[in-house]
């Protein structure tokens, strides 16, 4: 089995869609939407779109969402957000290796590190395949996730957070010969202690771009956020931008 199996609860949703999270995500949507030189009512595929941090304010813009994830947990809470707000969006359970669409889509977008996660290095390749059957021609996808540049340069093998209701020890190792940082989330609630493992394959843009081309994706251009900013080797994250071409 491998790790995201098991791994995204509700304790780990809690870690990562914070309030403050949903609060960047809605202030990143005009952003994103004019990085992808998007209008509604596009259709946009939000692929690992978890409980709905980017498909619901995009949704409230006017655009038709679908959103996609392999965690049942994410997509009820999602469908609640939806409902109590009156949004109709699709929403599918299902592994981003085989996307059940094809030619449906103005863009699809994969946000916040949410691509890297198998074991098997051409699973990643088949994402990218199945990203570009499922867009229509000249439709444009979005992967945004951590430089991994910046992440070498910073990188902390132990790290202390505090939530509302538990703290979280972060202890992770840099896989130099795999490419992947292996962590380990200690959870401690009062008395009671859980711990989760994860392993994310972190590329250098070499090897995406790489990845883009063979998957027939035409990369329009690559930046440090979804803001558009500069990249460089001091970006904290990578967002690029490609658009399906015929392979």
Known sequence: MEWWQNFFDEITGQIMFHDEAWQQAEQSCDALIALLGLAPPAKILDLACGPGRFAIPLAQRGFHLVGLDISE???????????????????????????????????????????????????????????????????????????????????????????????????????????????????????ERKEYTLSLRVFTLAELLGLFAQAGLNVLGCYGGLRGEPWSLEAKRLAIVAERASL
């Open 73 to 191: 947990v994410y997509l009820n809470q999602a469908r609640a957000k939806a409902q109590e707000q009156g949004l109709q969006i699709e929403l599918v359970h299902g592994d981003m290796r085989a996307i059940p669409f094809e030619n449906k889509f103005d863009a699809v977008i994969n946000l916040s590190t949410s691509f890297g996660y198998f074991e098997r290095e051409e699973d990643h390749l088949t994402v990218l395949k199945e990203v570009h059957k499922c867009l229509k021609p000249g439709g444009r996808f979005l992967l945004e996730l951590q430089n991994r540049d910046w992440l070498i340069r910073n990188f902390r093998p132990r790290n202390w957070q505090e939530y509302p209701n538990f703290f979280v020890l972060e202890e992770s190792t840099m896989n130099f010969e795999r490419n992947r940082v292996d962590s380990r989330w200690i959870v401690l609630k009062g008395a």
